[in-house]
Each structure stands twice: as structure tokens, then as C-alpha cells.
């Protein structure tokens, strides 16, 4: 019975403590962002950039139109900046694939499954890990569905409350036909939607991909915490007077000429577990720059106009009075929306650096006083180069 059941947890460590993106890549994969080779879904790729396109097209060419008009240009701003905005993180995500798949192939190695260390603790890491990634996925993608659902009902909810004349689009826009007259309302309809779900949906899936893979790092950087916290080459005291005895003479008595009275005797469980710490604070630190440089252009421009877009909405909420209830319902979801998509990075960011400024701490912390030399450089080198926290920075401008 112990039998199977160790081989039913070796058979499951990956599931428990590996790093499962796969709800994403589907999702990528459906709305073009995961591109898998073929023909037919390039051409996919192509139909879905060059439609998203057009929605920004359409912007910019009703400018011009409702220019002087507080509310009317500012969300024609709007649209224009997050559509183009999500246009291009599409297109970079999809450039940075060849980095993102370094990524995760450093970040489903081995050895960040921990299959030797069995202990509660580092369990109970991963299982706060599965279940904040899980609740954060189903948040973001309800969010995002809900800023579309807003767009979509928008003509309905103005007709339901007394709206007179023909059903209006989601957004105005020009387009070089006459949307007010079937079937090109329909067509202007379905365009405005279905691209603007494209965009919302590969926008906000990219998101939970990278928060993800952050969470991913935080876990594996608050393992490396317990570990290094763990390591004891302390003389283990029993009531055998004989074996404390001889231990203490060994060492003691073993010398290095050049370890400045540093003991030499190196316990080889404790020594082992820190050249096991040292590779994973390594695998750890390439991970969070390649990340960083797969993230870096389309989280940047993503910050820069959702800061603008943040301000306009503010503006408009403040400063138009006469805004009717379906006006008001998309600016609030917007801004909202808008506002915990920068959220999460900024806290999940925030998590790497306070785990990483910890491993300092823990590896001082830990039993190294009856380590020999070798361990006890070994854990200083360790030491001096946590001291400095790992960091992501976006754009290389700011963290």
C-alpha cells in the first residue's frame, strides 16, 4: 500500500508542483496569439490582426468628426489607444514566442519539481501557487469578458431605457458605407465586436500567461527560502557522549592553512543541499531575465497607454454630467478593467522582489556554523549575491 502510494505522488509531482499554462495556450491558440505553424492559421493570424487593425482605422477616421465634443472624442481616444495598444502586444507576443518558449522550458526542468524534498511545507507552497493562479485566471477572464459584454449590449440597453432613432454601433466609428441602414449595420456590429473581443480576450489572457509565470517564480523563489533555511551542519546532539565526542574532534582537529581557522569538515547532505540551492537561485535568475526580456516591449507600451487611458476616463466620469446609463456602464468597466491590469503586475512583481530580498536573511539564518570552509564560502558567495533582489523592470525604465 506505501508502495503505491509513493509511486502515485511521483506519478503526480508534476501535476502538483509543475508549472500548468495550458488553460492559456488554448485560449491563445483560439484567438491567434499561439501560433502553431500551419497555413491556414496564419492566414487566421493575418484575418485577426488586419480586422483589429481596422478597428483603429475606423477611430481615427471619426476624429476628425467628433472633434469639440468632450465625451465623444475622448472615448474615441480611448478606443484608439487600447485597440492599438492590444494590437501590438498581440503582435509582439507573438514575436516574442521563440523567448517565451525558453522560458517555460527552463521553468518545467526538473529540477524546480523538487522530487527529493517531500516535506509539508514545500507542498503547501505549490498548493497556494495552483490556487491563486486558478482564482486569478477565472477573475481576469470574467473581467475582460464582462468590459466586452458592456460594448456589446451598449445599442440594446439605450433602446431598452427610451433611446429614439436607429440602433446606434457599440462604439461610433467611420466606416465608408452607411451603418445605419441594414445589412451594413450588421456587418459594422459584428466587426466592432468580434474584434474588440479578439483583442480584449488575447489581451487579457496574456496577462494572466505572464502573472502566472510570476506567481510560478515567487513559489519557487519562497521554496528556495525553506531550503536554504533547512540546511543544519550542526552537530546533531545525542546521548551517545562518544559520537559528540568525535565529532567535535574532527572538527576541530582538521585544519586548512588557508581557511583563516575555518573548519574544514564539510557535512555532504548539508553541502549537497546547497549546491542543489545555488542551481535553483541560478535557474531562478535566467528566468526572470529571459522573462524580462519577453515581457519588456508590449507590458511597456500596455503601461504607457492605459496610464493615459486611466486619466481620460477619470476626466470624463469627472467632467461629463449629462452621460446616459449604458455610457456610464462601459467607462466604469473600462476603468476598472484597466486599472487591475496593471494591478496585478505591479503586485505579483512586487512579490519576487520581497521573496528574493528574503534569501539573504534565510541563508544566515540557516545551521552553516559547523560547516567547513568550503561551505561556509560557498554560502557567503550565495549570501553577497542575493543581497541583491531580483527585480523585473519594464522597458528597462521602471520596475
Not at 46 to 74: E, F, I, K, M, N
Not at 125 to 149: A, D, E, M, P
Not at 152 to 171: C, E, H, I, T, W
Not at 194 to 220: E, H, K, R
Request: aromatic share 12%; hydrophobic share 45%; proline share 3%.
Amino acid at each position: 500500500m506505501q508502495k503505491g502510494s509513493a509511486q502515485y505522488s511521483q506519478a503526480s509531482l508534476e501535476v502538483r508542483r509543475g508549472l500548468d499554462l495550458s488553460t492559456c495556450e488554448h485560449i491563445l491558440h483560439w484567438f491567434s496569439c499561439w501560433r502553431d505553424g500551419s497555413v491556414w492559421y496564419i492566414a487566421y493570424v493575418v484575418a485577426a490582426r488586419v480586422s483589429v487593425g481596422a478597428v483603429v482605422a475606423s477611430q481615427l477616421g471619426l476624429l476628425p468628426h467628433v472633434w469639440g465634443d468632450l465625451y465623444s472624442t475622448s472615448l474615441c481616444v480611448y478606443l484608439t489607444l487600447a485597440v492599438l495598444s492590444a494590437w501590438f502586444k498581440m503582435v509582439q507576443f507573438d514575436l516574442a514566442r521563440p523567448k517565451v518558449d525558453a522560458l517555460l522550458q527552463e521553468l518545467r526542468g526538473e529540477l524546480l519539481l523538487h522530487a527529493d524534498d517531500p516535506s509539508e511545507g514545500t507542498e503547501d507552497v505549490f498548493r497556494r501557487f495552483q490556487k491563486r493562479s486558478g482564482v486569478f485566471r477565472r477573475v481576469f477572464l470574467v473581467l475582460g469578458h464582462l468590459t466586452i459584454l458592456s460594448w456589446a449590449v451598449k445599442p440594446f440597453l439605450d433602446r431598452l431605457l427610451g433611446s429614439d432613432g436607429a440602433l446606434s454601433l457599440p462604439q461610433d466609428a467611420w466606416y465608408p458605407f452607411d451603418t445605419a441602414h441594414s445589412p451594413y449595420y450588421e456587418i459594422a456590429y459584428l466587426h466592432q465586436v468580434v474584434s474588440l473581443y479578439v483583442a480584449a480576450t488575447c489581451v487579457v489572457t496574456v496577462d494572466v500567461f505572464f502573472t502566472t509565470l510570476f506567481m510560478y517564480i515567487t513559489a519557487q523563489l519562497h521554496v528556495l527560502n525553506l531550503h536554504l533555511q533547512a540546511m543544519d551542519c550542526r552537530p546533531q546532539l545525542t546521548e551517545d557522549a562518544d559520537k559528540v565526542a568525535r565529532w567535535e574532534k574532527r572538527v576541530t582537529a582538521q585544519k586548512s592553512a588557508g581557511a583563516d581557522g575555518l573548519p574544514s569538515a564539510d557535512p555532504p547532505d548539508a553541502y549537497g543541499q546547497l549546491l542543489r540551492s545555488v542551481q535553483h537561485h541560478q535557474v531562478i535568475i535566467r528566468s526572470v531575465r529571459i522573462m524580462e526580456d519577453a515581457m519588456g516591449p508590449c507590458v511597456f507600451v500596455q503601461f504607457l497607454f492605459n496610464v493615459i487611458v486611466i486619466c481620460i476616463y477619470a476626466f470624463v466620469i469627472a467632467g461629463v454630467h449629462n452621460m446616459n446609463i449604458g455610457s456610464l456602464i462601459i467607462c466604469l468597466t473600462n476603468l476598472i478593467s484597466t486599472c487591475v491590469e496593471n494591478f496585478g503586475y505591479c503586485w505579483f512583481g512586487n512579490e519576487i522582489i520581497s521573496q528574493s530580498e528574503q534569501l539573504a536573511f534565510s541563508a544566515y539564518s540557516s545551521g552553516w556554523v559547523g560547516g567547513g570552509s568550503r561551505f561556509q564560502r560557498s554560502l557567503m558567495l550565495l549570501t553577497m549575491r542575493a543581497q541583491r533582489p531580483l527585480c523585473l523592470t519594464v522597458g528597462s525604465l521602471y520596475t
